[in-house]
């Protein structure tokens, strides 16, 4: 799912002090995994806020709300009266929430969050990058590892000459991908795999190509 | 919460859990007295400066 | 034992005449005076057959290899032109494989380059269109198909003599010989290694590397690092990626005095190379000494490599 970090408190308030009326708006589905701009956490984000502009002296009314998505049309109708009438809204959804209202709505509609990484949730608690949304997935090639997510330097015949002890050389707390690769090889009986070289990729499918777009014809209405 | 408090500028010792069952009445008595106590050694949060300080600006 | 050769470059030449090879490396500045480094070059160029010229070494913003390169062959000196994935796309890069060919530059070593974190520019992005593997291919395939990745006929390919770095020492250990493998599969001719400091592994390495063949399809360097102190061996064994100095030899610097704790540390680097050089399989070394350069020619002497052959 797609992770993200609340932005700071202090960032946050610089953005939206101007106004006289904010709504904090949730997303409750992939931000709300992660504990950062669910519905709940908007609620929790609005009532420090409103802290804040007490003690900053500022007028301002701050609401809360939410709803299942925000990367979906339908799921805005039943908090479309809420939006339409408010001043600015405070979005805590991903990047793809925050751009999805604004293109709904002729109105500031303010991050607050920092959308970081596609990941897994590890455990409660700890979330990690696995998808780099690359276009073209390599992972029956390689074990099911990433390498181009995974990797920091996105080596595709790897690992290069710092991995160490099964750590990535830019930190001790980084699993080298690679490391992981092997250890995946070694587990299904694929080592011979190894020597087989990955061709040159094509990052024509992946955000150097452009911005991307799937359509399903059957799908889709004219 | 005690994490997010500080970050609104209040001391995290103004909220804290207790875990009590109704039965448990002196210890529910003790525990009003001692955390009052707290605060009113800890003095008015800076919400209550500042609801005081709008109050007096609207006089 | 004459091998044939591919490109003009002359420390080919020199390796497949079957002599050690030996080649050391200098360091760009941080501005835009070539003077020091064309200093340095001229320090040790009746010592070695080529000098590697490093590219952004860490990460960290410096002239471009390229530029250094180009000078170096104006002054007669035989080039190993060092390139990183880490900052070009494939454009990039095959453009300066050309750039290089247009100066005769007949020698490449490619790799994939230390994380951009390490350097003066965190921030910045990184490249990594190919990795060095992919590069080696991509010299190959210009050079001996004469066509660009893109498919186009390339005017005048490059003859490049191609190369890699190898690390005997990273983990995963199992699988360094199947990479050695795996990069003289993707168009590897020559082979420099991480600096050598425990010769036992290294040892090892090699025997096992002589037993599947692959000195006889590539030529390989072991790399030497003269120690200059007792700090310097422990900040390598504790802060560097991927080295491996063993407790001895902190050991044996660390119990001799500071001020010939240098000179011991040489003494070491000739010591170890004298062993390496009766290695079955091995074709020469690779000298790195950065900012030290003025003690290569003491090493090349020692070693009883001096004076270079004549090709």
Redesign the interface.
């Known amino acids: 799912m797609i992770v993200g970090e609340q932005k700071p408190?202090e960032e946050i308030w610089e953005m939206i002090k101007i106004h006289k009326q904010v709504l904090v708006f949730g997303c409750n589905t992939c931000v709300a995994v992660c504990q950062q701009g669910g519905n709940k956490e908007a609620e929790?984000l609005a009532s420090?806020l409103r802290?804040?502009a007490?003690?900053?002296?500022v007028d301002i009314e701050i609401t809360n709300s939410g709803i299942e998505r925000q990367c979906e049309h339908e799921f805005f109708e039943k908090s479309e009266k809420e939006i339409q009438g408010s001043e600015a809204i405070l979005s805590t959804a991903c990047g793809i929430g925050v751009q999805f209202m604004a293109e709904k709505y002729a109105k500031p509609i303010y991050p607050g969050l920092n959308t970081t990484f596609l990941g897994a949730v590890e455990q409660f608690g700890v979330y990690t990058e696995r998808c780099q949304a690359c276009g073209n997935c390599v992972l029956g090639q390689t074990g099911g590892i990433c390498p181009i997510a995974r990797c920091?330097?996105?080596?595709?015949?790897?690992?290069?000459?710092?991995?160490?002890?099964?750590k990535c050389?830019?930190s001790k707390d980084v699993d080298?991908a690679w490391?992981l690769i092997?250890d995946r090889l070694k587990l299904l009986g694929r080592m011979d795999d190894?020597?087989t070289?990955?061709?040159?990729?094509d990052?024509s499918t992946d955000r150097a190509g452009g911005p991307r777009k799937l359509v399903r014809e059957d799908l889709a209405d004219e | 919460m005690k994490n997010?408090l500080p970050?609104?500028?209040?001391n995290p010792e103004r909220i804290e859990m207790f875990n009590l069952s109704a039965a448990m009445g002196p210890r529910w008595a003790e525990i009003c007295t001692e955390f009052t106590e707290k605060i009113r050694v800890l003095g008015p949060s800076?919400?209550w400066f500042?609801?005081k300080?709008?109050k007096e600006?609207a006089a | 034992m004459s091998k044939e050769t591919k490109t003009p470059s002359k420390l080919e030449k020199i390796l497949a005449a079957g002599h050690l090879g030996v080649t050391s490396e200098c360091g760009p500045p941080r501005g835009s005076d070539p003077a020091h480094i064309a200093e340095k070059a001229e320090l040790i160029r009746n010592h070695v057959d080529a000098i590697n010229i490093t590219d952004n070494q860490t990460s960290v913003c410096r002239m471009c290899s390229l530029a250094v390169c180009i000078r170096l062959k104006t002054m007669g000196i035989e080039p190993v032109l060092q390139m990183v994935t880490?900052d070009r796309n494939?454009i990039a890069l095959q453009s300066d494989i050309l750039g290089a060919a247009s100066w005769d530059i007949n020698n490449i070593l490619c790799l994939?380059?230390?994380?951009q974190?390490?350097g003066d520019h965190a921030k910045g992005q990184?490249v990594?269109?190919?990795?060095?593997?992919?590069l080696l291919?991509?010299v190959r395939r210009m050079r001996d198909e004469g066509k660009f990745?893109g498919g186009d006929d390339i005017q005048r390919p490059p003859a490049m003599f191609a190369g890699a770095?190898a690390?005997p020492f990273?983990?995963?250990y199992?699988?360094r010989v199947?990479r050695l493998?795996?990069k003289i599969?993707?168009g590897a001719e020559f082979i420099q290694t991480?600096c050598i400091y425990n010769v036992d592994k290294f040892e090892d390495w090699m025997k096992k590397v002589v037993d599947r063949g692959l000195h006889e399809k590539a030529y390989i360097m072991a790399g030497m690092t003269p120690m200059k102190s007792a700090g310097m061996a422990r900040y390598m064994k504790n802060r560097v990626?991927?080295m491996d100095v063993p407790e001895e030899v902190v050991k044996r610097l660390a119990d001799t005095p500071k001020e010939k704790q240098a000179d011991e540390g040489i003494k070491i680097c000739i010591e170890d190379m004298q062993r390496i050089k009766e290695m079955p399989g091995i074709a020469g070394f690779h000298i790195m000494a950065i900012e030290w350069e003025e003690k290569v020619p003491g090493i090349v002497e020692a070693a009883g490599l001096y004076p270079r052959p004549e090709v």
């Open positions: 408190l929790v420090m802290m804040k007490t003690q900053e002296g920091a330097k996105r080596v595709m015949n790897g690992p290069c000459g710092g991995s160490t002890k099964g050389e830019i080298c490391q092997v190894y020597e070289l990955t061709p040159i990729k990052w | 997010l970050k609104v500028g209040i800076p919400i500042a609801l300080a709008r600006k | 880490r494939r994939s380059g230390d994380h974190s390490f990184n990594h269109d190919l990795d060095s593997m992919q291919q991509t990745l770095a690390n990273a983990d995963p199992e699988i199947p493998a795996k599969a993707a991480q990626p991927g």
